[in-house]
């Protein structure tokens, strides 16, 4: 059972839009959520973190959004670019056994159209 | 300052085939993690380690062992290869803090085929 769910596979825009890629969650144990961006042959970096006790982290052209009562994140990126296409995960992380652990979702390919 | 480094990059194996993925981190962190990622999926935790000598299981550990032996390694083994053991390997890093969230860094990844 996906604890984490990004349910939309793939997702274009025209740059200068706004892109919303959105994730949503299953358990309340969860209390920080994350985004990493990745492009091919390379390894996730991280973009974007949110605890749970805020419902809005900004930097810069990303903002990410939590919705604590609905179990949904959103990433805004305003003005998207063309460097923004790439997969991006959402991750939750939550303390289990000795470390804290991330649990992804199944990531979204963003394309941003020039 | 290479961040996190793997090795192979690529390898290919037949079933029943044994193989040892080394990662190496410089940036003294603590923690360490191997993640696999099939398509269709989001990255799956194997194993991690939350110091040298010290290793745990993750969600999906079965036909898998790993070492950490220093604290700048993570080794990943696969004793037998299955093909279910096909796919993309990652490992990661971070510095230790067991009350909050510390990023964690992403080596390249290691492309595994089991034939």
């Known amino acids: 059972d996906q604890q984490v769910k990004q349910n939309s596979p793939s997702l274009s825009v025209q740059e200068g839009r706004i892109s919303i890629l959105n994730c949503d969650y299953t358990n309340s144990m969860f209390d920080y959520f994350l985004w990493y961006k990745k492009y091919p042959a390379e390894g996730p970096t991280f973009l974007i973190s949110i605890s749970s006790i805020k419902d809005k982290n900004e930097d810069g052209r990303f903002t990410v959004f939590l919705n604590k009562s609905a179990k949904h994140l959103s990433l805004h990126i305003v003005p998207s670019q063309p460097g923004d296409s790439a997969v991006y995960f959402c991750?939750?992380?939550?303390?289990?056994?000795?470390?804290?652990?991330?649990?992804f979702g199944s990531g979204t390919q963003l394309t941003v159209l020039p | 300052n290479a961040g996190v480094t793997q090795t192979p990059k690529f390898r290919v194996l037949k079933t029943g085939q044994s193989m040892t993925l080394l990662c190496a981190q410089d940036m003294n962190h603590e923690y360490m993690y191997w993640y696999r990622q099939d398509p269709g999926m989001g990255l799956r935790l194997i194993h991690y380690s939350v110091g040298e000598g010290t290793t745990a299981k993750g969600e999906v550990p079965d036909g898998y062992n790993v070492s950490r032996l220093k604290k700048q390694n993570f080794l990943l083994g696969l004793e037998s290869a299955a093909p279910s053991q096909t796919s993309v390997y990652f490992c990661?890093?971070?510095?230790?803090?067991?009350?909050?969230?510390?990023?964690?860094?992403f080596g390249p990844g290691t492309r595994l085929t089991v034939l």
């Open positions: 990661a890093s971070s510095a230790s803090n067991y009350l909050a969230y510390n990023e964690q860094f």
């Open positions: 991750a939750a992380s939550t303390t289990s056994g000795s470390a804290r652990q991330l649990t």
